[in-house]
Every structure is written in C-alpha cells, then in structure tokens.
C-alpha cells in the first residue's frame, strides 16, 4: 500500500480501519491495525487454562482410584484373625517347693501375727488402768488418739501408707508406765516405717545410738515436765525401724529414768525383729 514521504497513511481512512476491526472480530485494535496493513495476526493465548485442566485431572485419578482400591478389597475374601484362645500348659506333678523359713524370709515373721513379736512383759507386771485398743491390736484411729494432734497425726499416717499396729502396756510400780508398739507400713510409693522412726520431737532430752539399728536412738528427758498440781514427769523414749516396721517404746515415771533402763528395752525389742 502506497506511503507518502512523511510516513503518514496514505489511502487509509478511518472506515477502512473501523472494517477491519469489525472483521476479526476477538481481535483487538492492535490486531485490527496489522490486518490493515497486511500484517500476520497472531492472537494471544489466555493463560491458566493448561493448569486448570491438568489439576482437574489429577483429581479425578486420585478419585477413581480411591474407588478402584475399594472394590478391589470389597472383592477379596475375609483375613482370619489368629484365635484369641491360648493352648493348655500342663500342671507340673508333685510337691512343690518347701516354704522358706522365718530365717530365710523375713516376711514370714512378719506377714504374721505381729503381737508375737511384741517383747514379753517382765514378771509382776501390772496392766495399766486404760489400755489402748483392743487385744494388743491398734487401728489406724487407736494409734492416731495415742499421739499429740491426733487430728494431723491421722491425716499423717494415711499418707504415710499405714498398716496395722500392736501395742504392749505395762505398769511395775504406782507412778511408772512403759508401752511398746509396733507399726508396720505398707512402703509401696515410700518408706514411711525409716521416716515415721525418725520424725521425732525430742526436744529437752539427750539421745544415744540403739546398738545393732542403722539410725535407732534412745532418749531421756534431762528435766521433768511439771504443772501446778501434779507430780513432776519425766519421761524416756526410743525409736528404730527395721524393714516395714517402726518401734516406738514410751516410759514414764515421776522419778527419773535411766538411759540403761530404755536402752536394755529397745535393744531385746529389736532383737525380736
């Protein structure tokens, strides 16, 4: 098509541009010119649509084959499970083993009945007026009403995984008493007889070593306790645990007590155990 010199359309109006667009149609004013001038038309691809179907497409595989496994399984016979039953083991014959003795188990002494390991009480002992317990046994509230705060010592003693407990009482004279107790523990979350042995208030008292124990001590009170209206108290205490058990032994007179005298105790109470 003819261009004059200074590069301006020459013959083209603007019905002839306004026909070509109307021709291509889709095409846009760019295209529309190239067409004018006898240029190729080169149309633009819309992006996105290759995406599009290959994403639709792999969900539909992913769903066929979703339902191709279920008819495949839905096809197949049932697994059988092993049976839950188990074969019969054959009952060993004859005697079993003998029993271990109380020298070869300690629990054998000490599973039993506990009042046996009691120490004996000396010949011309008397009963006190008000023994606690019943028949040497001491319930959990027994023992509990035997300490200070009896209230806090029950709640102390759960705690502690308390068993059972037995109890001794004797009087030799008319201002003298003696009680011994043994208080086993269960010991399944703690060793509540090794804590509750030396968890002691023993202040105002001078204390020795129970031969034979690891940390078992005996004490004495160096001063009396005295109230208006009656008697001085002097009072004499020991302490050990062997095991499970917890030895615990009181004297009170209104003279004073020797540390012979609660050592010799403590010391045939724990050969007992």
């Known amino acids: ?118 120490i004996k009480r000396p010949k011309g002992a008397r009963d006190v007026d008000y023994p606690a317990g019943q028949d040497g046994w001491l319930s959990l509230g027994d023992y509990a009403d035997q300490l200070k705060n009896a209230d806090q010592e029950f709640g102390d003693l759960v705690s502690a995984e308390f068993r059972r407990a037995v109890s001794t009482e004797w009087r030799m004279g008319n201002t003298d008493s003696v009680a011994v107790r043994l208080v086993q523990y269960r010991q399944e979350e703690n060793l509540g007889a090794a804590e509750r042995a030396g968890n002691w208030n023993v202040d105002g008292a001078s204390g020795r070593p129970i031969p034979g124990t690891s940390d078992g001590m005996a004490y004495v009170t160096d001063k009396p306790d005295t109230k208006p209206g009656y008697l001085p108290l002097y009072t004499a205490q020991a302490h050990a645990w062997r095991g499970d058990i917890a ?14 005298k609660i050592m010799d105790l403590a010391k045939r109470q724990m050969e007992r155990l």
């Not at 109380?102 to 000490?110: F, P």
């Not at 009170?252 to 540390?259: A, G, L, Q, V």
Request: aromatic share 4%; net charge neutral.
């Open 1 to 118: 098509m003819p261009v004059d010199g200074s590069g301006a359309v020459g013959a083209v109006g603007d019905a002839d541009l306004a026909g070509a667009v109307d021709d291509v149609g889709a095409v846009g004013a760019v295209g529309a010119v190239g067409a004018v001038f006898g240029e190729p038309v080169t149309r633009v691809r819309r992006r996105g649509r290759t995406a599009l179907l290959i994403a639709t497409a792999a969900v539909l595989g992913l769903v066929a084959g979703t339902c191709a496994g279920y008819l495949v399984q839905a096809d197949r016979e049932p697994t059988k499970l092993p049976s839950l039953s188990q074969p019969v083991v054959a009952q060993a014959k004859g005697a079993g083993p003998e029993p271990l003795s109380a020298a070869q188990d300690r629990r054998v002494k000490t599973d039993g009945d506990l009042r046996k390991l009691l």
């Open 247 to 260: 030895m615990e032994i009181w004297i009170y007179d209104t003279k004073p007590i020797s540390k012979a």
